[in-house]
């Protein structure tokens, strides 16, 4: 068995899907133009991960209202402090740091959506 993707589904698909595009540097390898609008969003890697989508079907969550510890999407960065502060510019709030090891820094941010997002700088990356 092989991972392929993590779905979330938000109350505005398209551009939710576009701030990350945008700000983080995914592409949309699946794009629909009609409801329920999905995204399929891919890494640098190419590898897809993540679909967005808007269906009303089930209710939208507040994720501005879950904890970061219930759910967040997590990214391996090389500087997190810089990437933090380009975040904030972007829309980003931040909501807290840990350091859990040397070398290793961990940054909770809520992108403008409210969803939860980590900056990974590891001493020891997983890859």
């Known amino acids: 068995m092989k991972f392929e993707h993590y779905a979330i589904n938000v109350d505005d698909a398209a551009k939710v899907a576009d ?11 699946v794009a629909m133009a009609n409801a329920p609008f999905t995204r399929f969003l891919a890494d640098d890697t190419g590898r897809v991960f993540i679909e967005l989508y808007s269906n009303p079907s089930a209710p939208f969550p507040d994720y501005a209202e879950m904890s ?3 759910y967040h999407l997590a990214f391996e960065v090389a500087d997190a402090g810089a990437e933090k502060e380009r975040l904030m510019a972007a829309g980003c709030s931040f909501v807290e740091e840990l350091n859990p090891q040397e070398g290793s820094r961990l940054i909770m941010m809520r992108d403008p959506f409210g969803i939860a997002l980590q900056l990974c700088q590891r001493a020891n990356p997983f890859n």
Do not use: K, P
């Open 19 to 29: 701030w990350y595009i945008e700000n983080c540097g995914l592409t949309a390898r």
């Open 68 to 70: 970061d510890l219930l």
